[in-house]
Nanobody
């Protein structure tokens, strides 16, 4: 079984910073991409940032220059450094990992439980 556990959410004032972490554990053979999504009530989950094992990254336009995704492959952990936070960044943030559990298993997407980020004065 695979688990993704997020941490680091909370309440921050506009202009502030937060760092989210997500650690994958369990029966993991290999991880391809890892990333972060966010969702607000009544809206679809949207991509925030993602990174591949090789270090390629992709960001949503509205977070470019403010958020940085990084990854520790040895620890199966992905981070999201969020700076210059805005009220519109308020959402539940979910991490995901595209991984396989054995050499013959397909690559599937796994999700964390989500962590609330609230940007408010």
């Amino acid at each position: 079984q695979v688990q993704l556990v997020e941490s680091g959410g909370g309440l921050v004032q506009p202009g502030g910073s937060l760092r989210l972490s997500c650690a994958a554990s369990g029966r993991i053979f290999s991880i391809n991409a890892m990333g972060w999504y966010r969702q607000t009530p009544g809206k679809q989950r949207e991509l925030v940032a993602m990174t591949t094992t090789g270090g390629l990254t992709n960001y949503a336009n509205n977070v470019k220059g403010r958020f940085t995704i990084s990854r520790d492959n040895a620890r199966n952990t992905v981070y999201l450094q969020m700076n210059s936070l805005k009220p519109e960044d308020t959402a539940v943030y979910y991490c995901d990992a595209d991984l396989s559990t054995s050499s013959v298993s397909p690559v599937l997407r796994y999700w964390g439980q989500g962590t609330q980020v609230t940007v408010s004065s």
